[in-house]
């Protein structure tokens, strides 16, 4: 179950749809590469697939919880939503404070990683992917720190060391 609220469609076809934040004006016929490597946040709804990103320079919070289906046994109920309080009412009296997030709050002022207050809900880090398919739920690297300059760079330093 997916809902946005910060999200408009980018382009769309009839195998799936990319939504981009409304706050930006993006130049036409980006690919998900092309947000990928501008770290630019985006929701990427296949027929097969959903892919959420949270960006890296400017990131979008996106929630998403993820629970065992309480009358099928191997499902899970996923639920993606750059609102929380959308997931809150979802999950209705299932909430409850996750105590290691309440712990790290009361120490640091705020939460650390990728949890939140509330058990079952996650906020998905910056530089990271959430994709749901048929194999289940996977957090992969989006961002990658590689670009030649910074290699080149690196590379030039250790030859004056």
Same mark, same amino acid.
């Given at each position: 179950m997916i809902y946005l609220t910060k999200f408009i469609p980018y382009t769309s076809s009839g195998s799936h749809t990319l939504y981009v934040p409304m706050y930006g004006v993006f130049p036409e016929n980006l690919d998900i590469k092309d947000f990928l490597e501008r770290g630019i946040p985006y929701v990427y709804i296949g027929r097969d697939f959903i892919e959420a990103y949270a960006g890296i320079f400017r990131p979008e919070r !996106?929630?998403?919880?993820?629970?065992?289906?309480?009358?099928?046994? $191997? #499902? =899970?109920?996923? @639920?993606?939503? $750059? #609102?929380?309080?959308?997931? =809150?009412? =979802? *999950?209705? $009296?299932?909430?409850? !404070? %996750?105590?290691?997030?309440? @712990?790290?709050?009361?120490?640091?002022?705020?939460?650390?990683?990728?949890?939140?207050? @509330?058990?079952?809900?996650?906020?998905? %880090?910056?530089? *990271? @992917?959430?994709?749901?398919? #048929?194999?289940?739920?996977?957090?992969?690297?989006?961002?990658?720190?590689?670009?030649?300059?910074?290699k080149n760079l690196l590379r030039s330093s250790k030859k004056n060391l």
């Open positions: !996106i929630f998403y919880s993820i629970k065992p289906s309480s009358s099928q046994g $191997d #499902e =899970l109920n996923i @639920i993606i939503s $750059d #609102e929380i309080f959308y997931i =809150l009412e =979802l *999950l209705g $009296d299932s909430v409850a !404070i %996750d105590r290691e997030a309440l @712990i790290s709050f009361l120490e640091f002022g705020k939460v650390l990683g990728g949890n939140t207050l @509330i058990r079952n809900i996650k906020l998905l %880090d910056a530089g *990271l @992917i959430l994709r749901v398919n #048929e194999e289940g739920v996977r957090l992969k690297l989006g961002f990658h720190y590689e670009f030649p300059q910074v």
